[in-house]
C-alpha cells in the first residue's frame, strides 16, 4: 500500500505556458498583471509563485516550436475591478471585458502578450 500511495498524484506542482519571446511574456506577467517573478530562467522564461501557494510558469521551447495554451484561472476577489485595473495597463479581454456569470463563479476572459488565453476567475461565496 506504501507504493500506490508514494506514487499516486497528490496536485499540481507547476502549469506553464510554451511562450514564443520568454522576455516579453515575462514582462507581461509582471508589469501587467503584478505577478511576483520567482524563478528567471534568462531568455528561456520564468516562474511566479502565487500568494496560494501555487507555480505559474513560462517557458520557450529550445527548438523554437510554439502553440498557444489556454485553461489556466487565476483567481480574485473582485473580477470587475480586476479587469479595470489590468485593462487600463493594456491587457486585451474578449468582449471588451464582459463578464460571464456561471452559478458558481464570475469570469472573465483575456489573452497574454503570445496569445495563450488565461481566465481571471471569482469564485461566487
Known amino acids: 500500500m506504501a507504493v500506490a500511495d508514494a506514487t499516486a498524484i497528490k496536485g499540481i506542482d507547476i502549469t506553464t505556458y510554451l511562450v514564443q519571446d520568454g522576455e516579453r511574456a515575462k514582462a507581461f506577467y509582471r508589469d501587467k498583471l503584478g505577478l511576483k517573478l520567482t524563478g528567471d530562467y534568462g531568455p528561456q ?20 516550436s510554439f502553440r498557444p495554451s489556454g485553461g489556466v484561472m487565476f483567481a480574485v476577489d473582485d473580477v470587475k475591478g480586476a479587469v479595470d485595473r ?12 464582459a463578464i460571464e456569470e456561471t452559478p ?11 496569445g495563450n488565453a488565461f481566465i481571471l476567475h471569482q469564485r461566487k461565496t
Open 104 to 114: 458558481n463563479c464570475y469570469m472573465a476572459f483575456g489573452t497574454d502578450s503570445e
Open 45 to 64: 522564461g520564468g516562474e511566479f509563485a502565487l500568494n496560494d501557494g501555487t507555480t505559474f510558469g513560462l517557458w520557450k521551447m529550445r527548438d523554437g
Open 86 to 97: 489590468y485593462a487600463a495597463r493594456g491587457v486585451v479581454f474578449d468582449d471588451g471585458g
